[in-house]
């Protein structure tokens, strides 16, 4: 018995070990194959607008995927929160669009769809529709009525790759696999009325 009570001491901490290991595995910092190069916004007829320049590299298990068939779907999320120093900011209006890359083998053309509207458009290579898709234009969020001419807002802006998008067998690989976790810093911005 006095020889296994050693063990037995130390048993008790390998399940807590063996749950901080998992946890660091899963828990891969975002690639930086994404990223917000800049973000601002305007007033225009009554309206917050923004405007933002993205770049996109995507890794290269993500690319083979896109190649193979398999669509890969992109989020853009902008947010005006007006800040407080005493509690947690104060979201006034959050937009997200949602983007489909898919790879046509018979055309040898990629296509982006906006999920929102179901517009797509082709094009001969994957840079090309990663360009397009990093130009943000126009992209009216809220009226300007609805932001107090008195306070600053901040404007922050994300992308990332929707995970939970992909087939349920690959979404499996996905979660220990840091090649598939490709998002952005958020940039943030002020916002003045």
């Not at 590299?57 to 989020?75: C, F, K, T």
């Not at 600053?152 to 087939?167: F, G, K, N, R, S």
């Not at 996905?174 to 598939?180: A, K």
């Amino acid at each position: 018995m006095a020889f296994t009570m050693p063990v037995l001491k130390n048993a008790k901490r390998w399940p807590l070990a063996l749950m901080m290991g998992l946890c660091l595995a899963m828990a891969s910092p975002v690639a930086d194959a994404f990223e917000v190069e800049s973000v601002e916004a305007r007033f225009d007829d009554g309206l917050v607008i923004a405007d933002a320049r993205l770049r996109y590299a995507l890794s290269e298990p993500a690319r083979d995927a896109l190649e193979n068939g398999v669509p890969l779907v992109i989020e853009q999320r902008l947010v005006i929160e007006r800040p407080r120093w005493w509690w947690r900011n104060v979201r006034v209006v959050e937009r997200e669009r949602r983007y489909q890359l898919q790879y046509h083998a018979m055309s040898r053309r990629f296509v982006l769809t906006w999920i929102g509207t179901g517009e797509s458009r082709s094009f001969r290579s994957l840079d090309a529709l990663l360009e397009e898709l990093g130009r943000v234009e126009s992209w009216p969020l809220v009226r300007s009525e609805r932001l107090d001419a008195e306070q600053v807002y901040q404007l922050a802006m994300e992308t990332t790759l929707d995970l939970e998008a992909l087939p349920r067998l690959l979404r499996t690989v996905t979660l220990t696999d840091g090649d598939w976790q490709l998002g952005s810093e958020t940039r943030r911005v002020e916002v003045r009325r």
